[in-house]
T-cell receptor, first 116, second 113 residues
Framework: DSGVTQTPKHLITATGQRVTLRCSPR?????VYWYQQSLDQGLQFLIQ???????AKGNILERFSAQQFPDLHSELNLSSLELGDSALYFC???????????????FGPGTRLTVL | GDSVTQMEGPVTLSEEAFLTINCTYT??????LFWYVQYPGEGLQLLLK?????DKGSNKGFEATYRKETTSFHLEKGSVQVSDSAVYFC????????????FGKGTHLIIQP
């Protein structure tokens, strides 16, 4: 158990809909990351938050957004869903931010999103 | 941007065989490098890391040495077990001042008894 929790575990929805994925980082970790894992794209970094502020963006679509709340939990919002958004979405956390990717990231169990 | 390339599987070995999974990276400077493991139905777990050139990471019998001359971080284990069956990912920073990681495509390892 990494200490990172994600809800829900599974999510099934239809094209065009909007969903919210939730992540609670390990106690004491200030940085939260979101990743997408799909068969065709592999594991891709989407976005990072640090202590409530957006820190860096990866390959995140404009239809996707995230935020980190004062209690440090984070939510990833996916809107206008398409079939190709079906994937595993992972949240990870680390203690701090270095800008060089040196901190160990601890991953949650993931949310499996299926868009029908 | 920074990138990681790893051998793709599946790799099938017999129990007690020697394992090598190749990983090479391209990056600016000498970033930290990681090996993560994903067991079926689970999230990624950190297996080992190295933070500088010639650094060796080790855990659970697995080792990887960060070699800047060959820009490699190959994963090795002397004697694999059935319980090592999983998908292994090599990873490094995505670059551009971000802490997000860029991952290789993953290597599915199957150990047969």
């Amino acid at each position: 158990d990494s200490g990172v929790t994600q809800t829900p575990k599974h999510l099934i929805t239809a094209t065009g809909q909007r969903v919210t994925l939730r992540c609670s980082p390990r106690s004491g970790d200030l940085s939260v990351y979101w990743y997408q894992q799909s068969l065709d794209q592999g594991l891709q970094f989407l976005i990072q938050y640090y202590n409530g502020e957006e820190r860096a963006k990866g390959n995140i679509l404009e239809r996707f957004s995230a935020q980190q709340f004062p209690d440090l939990h984070s939510e990833l919002n996916l809107s206008s869903l398409e079939l190709g958004d079906s994937a595993l979405y992972f949240c990870a956390s680390s203690v701090r931010t270095s800008g060089r990717g040196t901190d160990t990231q601890y991953f949650g169990p993931g949310t499996r999103l299926t868009v029908l | 941007g920074d990138s990681v390339t790893q051998m793709e599987g599946p790799v099938t070995l017999s129990e007690e065989a020697f394992l090598t999974i190749n990983c090479t990276y391209t990056a600016t400077g000498y970033p930290s490098l990681f090996w993560y493991v994903q067991y079926p139905g689970e999230g990624l777990q950190l297996l080992l890391k190295a933070t500088k050139a010639d650094d060796k990471g080790s855990n659970k019998g697995f080792e990887a040495t960060y070699r800047k001359e060959t820009t490699s971080f190959h994963l090795e284990k002397g004697s694999v077990q059935v319980s090592d069956s999983a998908v292994y990912f090599c990873a490094g920073p995505s670059g551009g001042g971000a802490d997000g990681l860029t991952f290789g495509k993953g290597t599915h390892l199957i150990i047969q008894p």
